[in-house]
Nanobody, 125 residues
Framework: QVRLVESGGGAVRTGGSLRLSCEAS????????MAWFRQAPGKAREFTAY????????YDSTYVKGRFTISRDNARNAVYLQMNNLQPEDTAVYYC??????????????????WGQGAQVAVSS
């Protein structure tokens, strides 16, 4: 049974950092492309970052701006999102997801087959 569980969310001040974790079970993360998305209240779910099976990475080009880093630990079967210099507009629920088809980042959430339950991130000024 495929399962993704996010953790590491919380409340921080502007400029703070958080590291989100996504622990996988029922499959090996190293065999799939994995992504992070986020969804702010009243807004659509939006792409944040992607890591391919070979470890190449891709990021949203509008708001990440070098602040976030996606990584994977095959031994722990987990994917991470390190977020630095957080801003109030980064407040959202962050989700990890598994890409089952072509191992190329897509911004469309419909391109991902499995999702975690999400981790809340709240950034105050």
């Amino acid at each position: 049974q495929v399962r993704l569980v996010e953790s590491g969310g919380g409340a921080v001040r502007t400029g703070g950092s958080l590291r989100l974790s996504c622990e996988a079970s029922g499959f090996t993360v190293g065999w799939y492309g994995m992504a992070w998305f986020r969804q702010a209240p009243g807004k659509a779910r939006e792409f944040t970052a992607y890591i391919t099976r070979s470890g190449s990475t891709a990021y949203d080009s509008t708001y990440v701006k070098g602040r976030f880093t996606i990584s994977r630990d095959n031994a722990r079967n987990a994917v991470y999102l390190q977020m630095n210099n957080l801003q109030p507009e980064d407040t959202a629920v962050y989700y990890c997801a598994r890409r089952d088809l072509v191992d190329v980042a897509t911004y469309d959430p419909r391109g991902y087959s499995y999702w975690g339950q999400g981790a809340q991130v709240a950034v105050s000024s």
